[in-house]
């Protein structure tokens, strides 16, 4: 039977969005992606349910979601996703698929995720409310074992006659799980991943982890400058309750722009990113506002702590380390304005300041300026630094 766009978006996307199992029927071609953007309009349900359930996930970021209506690049996002979880399936590699169809599959989602790059805010918005769920999909798979042989059922449930008369046919079970890297880390699908998830900036910031030294700054930075949406990425950075997690996604943060500084960026990318960072080092002294000892914040004593120098995520001194260094740059970027109005925030931002240079050491910080120092036009007058 002719799948249509309705099945398409009831079975797929609509559970790629909200969660759930989601059909993965055979690839997508680019005849059939042309249909299912000429018959859009015609299932106007089935696309209400998605787009409601992306308007769900942008509310938790901005507090007036634009109208989301989805669109025929949005679909061609769906259907590469679609096409790409095809090729990670072990049935992928049989003999009835040939290594022409496999090329022909992985060229047509390639073609299919090279959407024009965007910077629009209700497209950057309706982008990762489609694809917010990515770096989460997984598949389980399902090995029964019986007495006289053995399937394995891959993102599948068995049938029933399989696992009936558990205890007379010896009927065992094991789930395990692919991940994301496991099925959409391979040689064959990584790039064009890679060049998906490049259509959802939104999605990248909010999710650096998965991203690591893929992340790049240059073409997110704009999100900096949308001060709802800089909020929403600032918040979910460290959201972890637990020292070494609060700072995971921030070093890779500073990781990605000490990366960009080996390059040639704009100066105002770089001063975003930085009051950026700066901002989120501001968040987390403010989080230790309260904190019993006025005199050592507990955050920096387990994760800049001695002995576990060797341990620590790349990044995470430069993070640190980088209001000290901006400050003997352009002091208008060493912190967030704003601070000195609480005496206990602004108390426990000094005492930050002054453990971290303590910890990390002036080399650190002096190198660090120094390569700022290369991008920033407006240097700090000489009485200013002196007064520091």
Not at 76 to 86: G, K, Q, S, T
Not at 229 to 237: D, G, K, P, T
Not at 319 to 326: I, K
């Given at each position: 039977m002719k799948r249509t766009v309705a099945d398409f978006l009831d079975g797929f996307v609509l559970p790629l969005v909200a969660g759930g199992e989601m059909n993965v029927g055979k690839p997508i071609s680019e005849p059939e992606i042309r249909m299912f953007c000429r018959d859009l309009p015609h299932a106007s349900v089935e696309a209400d349910k998605v787009d409601d359930a992306r308007a769900n996930v942008v509310a938790e970021l901005v507090v007036r979601p634009p109208p989301l209506i989805l669109d025929e690049d949005e679909l061609?996002?769906?259907?590469?996703?679609?096409?790409?979880?095809?090729l990670s399936h072990p049935d992928a590699e049989s003999w009835a698929v040939t290594k022409g169809m496999e090329r022909r599959v992985l060229d047509t989602a390639s073609a299919f995720a090279k959407r024009a790059l965007t910077v629009g805010r209700r497209k950057v918005l309706a982008r990762h409310g489609l694809l917010h769920n990515v770096f989460d999909i997984s598949r389980t798979d399902l090995t029964i074992k019986w007495w006289t042989g053995r399937a394995t059922f891959y993102g599948q449930e068995p049938p029933k006659r399989l696992i009936a008369w558990r205890s007379l046919r010896r009927v065992t079970q094991e789930n395990t799980t692919a991940s994301f890297s496991q099925l959409f880390g391979t040689e064959l699908v990584a790039p064009v991943m890679h060049t998906l998830v490049r259509r959802t900036p939104l999605t990248i910031l909010?999710?650096?982890?998965?991203?690591?030294?893929?992340?790049?700054?240059?073409?997110?930075?704009?999100?900096?400058?949308?001060?709802?949406?800089?909020?929403?990425?600032?918040?979910?950075?460290?959201?972890?309750?637990?020292?070494?997690?609060?700072?995971?996604?921030?070093?890779?943060?500073?990781?990605?722009?000490?990366?960009?500084?080996?390059?040639?960026?704009?100066?105002?990318?770089?001063?975003?990113?930085?009051?950026?960072?700066?901002?989120?080092?501001?968040?987390?002294?403010?989080?230790?506002a309260d904190a019993r000892d006025p005199r050592r914040s507990a955050l920096l004593n387990v994760v800049l702590a001695p002995?576990?120098?060797?341990?620590?995520?790349?990044?995470?001194?430069?993070?640190?380390?980088?209001?000290?260094?901006?400050?003997?740059?352009?002091?208008?970027?060493?912190?967030?304005?704003?601070?000195?109005?609480?005496?206990?925030?602004?108390?426990?931002?000094?005492?930050?300041?002054?453990?971290?240079?303590?910890?990390?050491?002036?080399?650190?910080?002096?190198?660090?300026?120094?390569?700022?120092?290369?991008?920033?036009?407006?240097?700090?007058?000489?009485?200013?630094?002196?007064?520091?």
């Open positions: 061609h996002l769906a259907a590469a996703v679609h096409n790409l979880l095809y909010l999710n650096p982890l998965q991203m690591g030294a893929a992340l790049g700054w240059e073409e997110t930075v704009f999100l900096l400058r949308d001060a709802e949406l800089a909020r929403a990425v600032a918040y979910r950075a460290i959201e972890a309750d637990n020292p070494s997690a609060v700072v995971a996604a921030p070093a890779v943060f500073a990781s990605a722009f000490e990366q960009m500084l080996e390059r040639n960026p704009l100066e105002p990318d770089v001063r975003a990113v930085a009051a950026f960072l700066v901002h989120l080092n501001a968040l987390l002294a403010v989080g230790e002995d576990r120098a060797a341990s620590r995520p790349r990044g995470l001194t430069g993070f640190f380390a980088l209001p000290a260094a901006v400050a003997r740059v352009d002091r208008r970027l060493a912190e967030p304005p704003g601070l000195d109005s609480d005496r206990r925030v602004a108390a426990r931002w000094q005492q930050h300041r002054a453990q971290v240079e303590q910890d990390v050491g002036e080399a650190v910080i002096e190198t660090l300026a120094g390569r700022l120092a290369r991008h920033l036009t407006v240097p700090v007058a000489s009485g200013e630094r002196a007064a520091q």
